[in-house]
């Protein structure tokens, strides 16, 4: 629900990093989910997370900042990235450690981006030229 979401990651990447100069910024905020925007559209977009059993939250910013790299390098869509992204940021936080990677997990962070996809949100399309 739009009530829910935190609206201080929307203004900062209204008010800061779009005028910055990037072309995709993603904030992650924990249990919150995270925000993306890219130049292209001009959309913020709230991304939830994917509910898990919490074992262990170290690394979770870490596996959710590679992914969506990865993801957005090979698909250049940062929607679809930072669903990956919340997908591997729940794998993360499962086990203590880094979890052992195999088809079925692979198979699981797909299925649950695919999940994801129907539940972003658009928070704000406020085209904003950047200062470059």
Request: include cysteine.
């Amino acid at each position: 629900h739009m009530n829910e979401l935190c609206y201080a990651p929307v203004i900062l990447l209204e008010e800061f990093w779009c005028r910055a100069g990037p072309a995709v910024v993603s904030i992650r905020c924990g249990r919150s989910g995270s925000y993306v925007w890219t130049r292209e559209s001009g959309q913020v977009v709230h991304i939830p997370i994917v509910p898990v059993e919490t074992v262990d939250v170290t690394g979770a910013g870490n596996a959710y900042a590679g992914a969506f790299a990865s993801a957005y390098g090979w698909a250049k869509d940062a929607t679809l990235a930072g669903c990956l992204a919340s997908a591997v940021g729940a794998a993360a936080v499962t086990s203590r450690g880094i979890p052992p990677t195999s088809d079925t997990l692979r198979k699981w962070i797909f299925e649950e981006a695919t999940k994801l996809q129907s539940q972003v949100q658009v928070v704000s399309k406020r085209k904003v030229v950047a200062r470059i």
